[in-house]
């Protein structure tokens, strides 16, 4: 295989779960300013359950809406049980680290009880494949090159959802909670959606990942600090800056691996991370992502 092969391939296919995990957690942090530590074992459980619903012999597209609904539900659970009681206190309160911190801690645990440490394989819907295909020079299978799509497709739609009524009220909520309130919008509403809507993508996320890196409930914590890498190097709140930050990761790790260790790929991630915030604190968008958008 050819460099650009080893190492293009990976790093977009990667980047672009690291960066549905970021999109993920901009859904949540727009009208919360929360930053859910608990995101990445919501993804670990979205793999789990495609295991473990694919072995029950449902259709892919059902075992997808499934998965999808039930980790959108269990985000809900959290933010009932671990953020609304924290901002309900005060909104500029950091008690949410904590509380989504034990979430997470909670998530891991059940599902440890629930399914063994083993990982497990999920093979692509078909007619999707692994096996690699002549593109253009390039090595790449048909399930990767859908992984790819269906990011690249869900930003443009969250994009065009920022100009909905919806995505106007988030704008509002986000610039001034107090200020949104006496317009009408309750925030309360606004961020149990957005916990709902975040959970059903890292649930997406999951789903998408089971395949590539096998399903296992210790999955979870490289892929949230991956995704939280991607969401401040593209600027919090930002889809599109994430989706450019998680490619520019994934292909940085797939180099780190190539040409320095395959050992060492996270250190370098770590070390190409601190140098583009030393350079760029607000991430590569420059103008910041949440206010940005408003």
């Not at 998965?67 to 008690?95: D, K, N, Q, W, Y």
């Not at 999707?128 to 593109?135: A, H, K, Q, T, V």
């Not at 001034?176 to 509403?189: M, S, T, Y």
């Amino acid at each position: 295989m050819n460099p650009v092969s080893e190492i293009l391939v990976p790093g977009l296919t990667f980047g672009s779960l690291y960066a549905l995990v970021a999109i993920g957690l901009n859904v949540l942090y727009r009208p919360t300013n929360v930053l859910n530590f608990a995101q990445g074992d919501l993804v670990m459980v979205g793999a789990m359950l495609m295991a473990a619903t694919g072995l029950g012999g449902l259709p892919w597209p059902l075992a997808l809406v499934c998965v999808v609904v039930v980790v959108g539900l269990i985000a809900l659970l959290e933010e009932r049980l671990a953020v609304t009681p924290v901002l309900r206190r005060s909104g500029h309160a950091a008690g949410w680290v904590i509380t989504t911190l034990a979430f997470s801690l909670i998530l891991s645990q059940v599902a440890g009880r629930i399914w063994t440490a083993e990982p497990r394989s999920v093979a692509p819907p078909a007619p999707l494949s692994l096996r690699p295909m002549d593109l253009w020079g390039l090595q790449i299978s048909s399930y990767q090159l859908v992984v790819i799509g269906v990011v690249v497709v869900l930003v443009v739609g969250l994009e065009f959802g920022d100009r909905t009524r919806f995505g106007c009220a988030v704008r509002a909520v986000a610039a001034d909670r107090d200020g949104a309130r006496l317009q009408g919008i309750r925030p309360d509403r606004i961020g149990r959606i957005s916990f709902l809507i975040g959970g059903g993508l890292a649930g997406l996320a999951g789903v998408l990942a089971a395949p590539l890196l096998l399903a296992s409930v210790t999955m979870g914590f490289g892929l949230l600090i991956r995704g939280f890498f991607a969401a401040i190097v593209g600027g919090v709140g930002d889809h599109r800056g994430a989706l450019v930050a998680g490619w520019l990761l994934g292909v940085v790790e797939a180099a780190g691996a190539r040409y320095v260790s395959p050992g060492m790929q996270t250190a370098v991630l770590f070390g190409v991370v601190v140098v583009v915030l030393m350079v760029r604190p607000t991430g590569l968008r420059r103008s910041g992502g949440v206010l940005r958008h408003v």
